[in-house]
């Protein structure tokens, strides 16, 4: 349960992120979005991009209320290098969301192995710490 929990962290950690960089493309510039509200001159999309935007929000709440139970449960030394499997999903999330439509890079990719070489160096119980 412990595991399903901290994947529930990472993935809402990155869904929060996705969601509100999906929102802030269709907001656009917060300079001209803060001062039409008044004159209701925003848009549609303006708004779907709000509610993208406190979609990521509310992710990122769960991601923070469910990692104060993780914390509770793993050794910190475990747990927040797990927290790096985020950013792979954030890079791939980015790649493949239409919307976001970042580059898929080589440098990119290799620095992404690099990063799951390490969680993977990090969670590897070891014989003196094996009481997980």
């Not at 990472?10 to 929102?23: N, R, T």
């Not at 469910?66 to 475990?78: A, D, K, M, P, T």
């Amino acid at each position: 349960m412990k595991w399903l929990l901290m994947a529930t962290s990472i993935i809402c950690g990155a869904l929060g992120q996705l969601f509100m960089k999906a929102g802030m493309q269709s907001v656009g510039e917060l300079a001209a979005f803060f001062p039409a509200l008044p004159f209701g001159t925003v848009s549609t999309e303006q708004w779907g991009g709000v509610l993208w935007v406190v979609a990521g929000i509310v992710c990122y709440g769960i991601a923070m209320l469910v990692w104060i139970y993780v914390l509770g449960h793993f050794e910190l030394s475990v747990a927040y290098p797990l927290l790096s499997v985020g950013y792979i999903l954030v890079y791939l999330g980015a790649v493949l969301w239409p919307q976001i439509g970042e580059s898929f890079t080589l440098g990119k990719t290799v620095g992404i192995v690099l990063i799951m070489l390490g969680v993977a160096l990090v969670a590897t119980p070891t014989k003196a710490n094996n009481h997980e």
